[in-house]
Every structure is written in C-alpha cells, then in structure tokens.
C-alpha cells in the first residue's frame, strides 16, 4: 500500500473508532445552559412580536382579517396574496403560495425583518435545542453516526 493510502485508511480508521467510543460513552450535554437558552429565545421573540404587531403591515394585516395567528401560513397566504397582491414567486406542492422564509424573504417586504427573525429563532428552539433536551439521557446524549450512508461520504448523524 502506498503512503497516501495508507495514511487515509489510517485517517478513517482512527476517525471510525473515535465516534465508536463517542457512541457508546455518549457525549455530555448541558442542560441547564439549554433551559437557560430557551428562555433567552422565549423573551427575544416575544419582543419580536411586538416589534412585528407595531408595524403598518400588521395593522393592516389586523384591518383585514378577525383574529390574526401570525403563525397561521394560510392566513399569511391570504394576506400577502389575495389582500396586499403579492405576486406569487414561489409554489407549495399543493400548488399555493408559499410562506416559507425564503419565499418571504423573495418578496422583499421591510415590516417582516422582525417575522423572519421569529421564525429563525423558533426553529433555533424548536428544532436544535428542543431535541438536544428530548435525547438527553441525564446530561449524556448517545448519538449514532453513519458512515456509510450519506452518498457523498460526508458523515451524518442521528
């Protein structure tokens, strides 16, 4: 075997036993800091909110609908579409509007910096920090990495 090789074979052989051991003993996790975190998030999107519901297109938004959800997509649908007259950039499945970040951010609307930054910090919480805490054993998480699996070689866990 060449030197190139077997330094490579070497590289993920060492590498594969280091994340075996990482399996098995787990990883710590701070969960305090996690609750802690949480919390910060919880306080910078409800003053988000009102940062949002103190715009002219929220007051708009509130003129044309009874009660407003601003988590609602079909009610953002429907604002953005059928009242403000939105030009539909971007399709759902389904064939709707879309009201994803992006699609939000495609059309290019100063009152929703404050509504795209909710929604960065929500799936902040919601996504990262939530399942950290949900996959704590105690302060351990025991992850799984695949190897194998991702066809681009790149390593993925779970």
């Not at 649908?77 to 009201?99: A, C, P």
């Not at 699609?103 to 950290?132: C, G, H, M, V, W």
Request: with cysteine; glycine share 6%; aromatic share 10%.
């Amino acid at each position: 075997m060449n030197p190139m090789t077997q330094d490579a074979y070497d590289l993920m052989h060492n590498g594969a036993l280091a994340l075996a051991r990482c399996e098995q003993h787990g990883m710590r996790v701070d969960v305090p800091y996690i609750h802690k975190q949480q919390k910060k998030i919880d306080k910078r999107i409800a003053k988000l909110e009102n940062e949002f519901k103190s715009t002219k297109l929220y007051k708009r938004w509130e003129k044309s609908s009874k009660k407003i959800n601003i988590y609602s997509a079909d009610q953002l649908r429907d604002f953005l579409y059928n009242v403000e007259g939105h030009k539909i950039e971007k399709r759902t499945g389904k064939g709707f509007g879309s009201t994803d970040i992006e699609a939000i951010q495609d059309l290019d609307i100063p009152d929703f910096e404050s509504y795209l930054k909710i929604n960065k910090l929500k799936t902040l919480r919601n996504t990262f920090l939530a399942s950290l805490e949900r996959e704590a054993v105690g302060d351990t998480i025991h992850p799984f990495f695949h190897l194998h699996l991702p066809v681009t070689y790149r390593g993925s866990s779970s």
